[in-house]
């Protein structure tokens, strides 16, 4: 089965020692991962997630997975997919496309802009990993998502392959992203923080754990997540951020790149899929350019709040503070509900 991997192209990845952030998280095992996690720990944390998936458990509040060790994976030679893939997210829906998790620190921003990255490639181990795991999962799977995108793209009077639904749309859609206006785009929103450490917008730090974003009343706060648990501190606290305008010309490129990357991202179509159920062609036309304003707009607050957490807000949005805004944003929308799933 093939895995699409043009949305990899140009990218660069090395791992950041002591980052650990992709371990903050409850990753999925599979059945097969599960007996061997068990042969090696047989009281492993494993909890249910749902009637069919086990994952392992994370620390309370916030905390790491339960296997991180001193900024390590105590069971590296076991780990589960999700954690072999990263940052690799792949996306089965019509077909299985990869993509970078931007929200990684060891991978750079540049290919947004049209630049390669200085050092090419450092992926290799996690495509075959993740071809590895498609190969697992099987073409049923796949199938069944395609049958059901087929049939939805029925019903909205499109007879074409999903393929070229998917063209056609995202021929419409780039010339639409050079032109969107960052003025009017809606505010950025985050989570309030009682919906559980665990669920909010994870951002690297270069100083210390990975950092949350979360909401209380009109305040944002900046938390700092320990990989013990534990009720974490507000880092920084202030007002939701007003919108810092205009952009510095690369911070614009920046931006606009990161939107044209959404655009080609199969997860896209299936947020809105799962999200609108649009009826008709123009109106799943409209629920992706809402959907990309959105993005937008969280990429620029985000961005501008996570800047004035280290600076003195200079009155304008330049490319440090919008790359902090793409990474603030990227693994909680992918980490949104779509029609399909990630594998
Ligand atoms: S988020 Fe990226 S840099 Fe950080 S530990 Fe995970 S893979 Fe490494
Ligand atoms: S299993 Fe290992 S790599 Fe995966 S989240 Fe846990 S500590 Fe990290």
């Given amino acids: 089965m093939d895995l699409d991997t043009r949305l990899i192209e140009g990218f660069d990845f090395v791992c950041r020692p002591g980052c650990g952030l992709c371990c903050?998280?409850?990753?999925?095992?599979?059945?097969?991962?599960?007996?061997?996690?068990?042969?090696?720990?047989?009281?492993?944390?494993?909890?249910?997630?749902?009637?069919?998936?086990?994952g392992i458990e994370a620390r309370p509040y916030g905390g790491a997975?339960?296997?991180?060790?001193?900024?390590?994976c105590a069971i590296r030679h076991v780990r589960p997919s999700p954690c072999r893939i990263?940052?690799?997210?792949?996306?089965?829906?019509?077909?299985?496309?990869?993509?970078?998790?931007?929200t990684c620190p060891g991978v750079s921003l540049e290919p947004l802009t049209g630049?390669?990255?200085?050092?090419?490639?450092?992926?290799?181990?996690?495509?075959?990993?993740?071809?590895?795991?498609?190969?697992?999962?099987?073409?049923?799977r796949l199938e069944r998502y395609r049958e059901a995108f087929d049939a939805r793209r029925a019903a909205r009077g499109f007879s074409g392959p999903a393929e070229a639904e998917a063209r056609a749309l995202r021929s419409r859609l780039h010339p639409w992203v050079d032109t969107l206006?960052?003025?009017?785009?809606?505010?950025?929103?985050?989570?309030?923080?009682?919906v559980g450490l665990e669920r909010l917008?994870?951002?690297?730090?270069?100083?210390?754990?990975?950092?949350?974003?979360?909401?209380?009343?009109?305040?944002?706060?900046?938390?700092?997540?320990?990989?013990?648990?534990?009720?974490?501190?507000?880092?920084?606290?202030?007002?939701a951020p007003g919108r810092l305008l205009p952009m510095a010309a690369d911070a614009e490129r920046l931006w606009r790149g990161y939107l044209h990357y959404w655009v080609e991202r199969d997860a896209l179509l299936g947020i809105v899929e799962a999200a609108?159920?649009?009826?008709?062609?123009?109106e799943f036309e409209q629920g992706l350019k809402s959907e990309l304003e959105e993005i937008a707009g969280e990429v620029l607050d985000r961005g501008a709040f996570l800047a004035s957490t280290v600076a003195t807000a200079a009155g304008r949005l330049d490319a440090p503070a919008v790359a902090l805004g793409i990474r603030a944003t990227d693994m909680d929308l992918l980490d949104r509900s779509s029609a399909g799933e990630r594998l």
Avoid at 66 to 72: E, H, T
């Fill in 201 to 239: 917008p994870l951002v690297p730090s270069s100083t210390a754990g990975p950092l949350a974003l979360g909401r209380q009343g009109a305040r944002w706060l900046l938390l700092e997540l320990r990989a013990e648990g534990g009720r974490p501190e507000p880092r920084f606290s202030a007002r």
């Fill in 115 to 140: 630049r390669p990255a200085a050092a090419r490639g450092g992926l290799e181990m996690e495509l075959e990993a993740a071809r590895a795991r498609l190969h697992v999962v099987g073409t049923e």
């Fill in 181 to 194: 206006d960052p003025g009017t785009v809606p505010s950025g929103e985050i989570p309030p923080v009682s």
């Fill in 65 to 72: 997975c339960q296997f991180l060790s001193a900024s390590r």
């Fill in 24 to 54: 903050f998280t409850t990753p999925r095992v599979d059945g097969r991962e599960e007996a061997q996690i068990r042969q090696l720990l047989p009281s492993a944390p494993l909890i249910e997630l749902s009637d069919q998936e086990v």
């Fill in 86 to 102: 990263f940052p690799i997210s792949v996306h089965l829906g019509f077909r299985a496309q990869a993509s970078i998790v931007l």
């Fill in 276 to 282: 609108a159920e649009p009826t008709d062609s123009a």
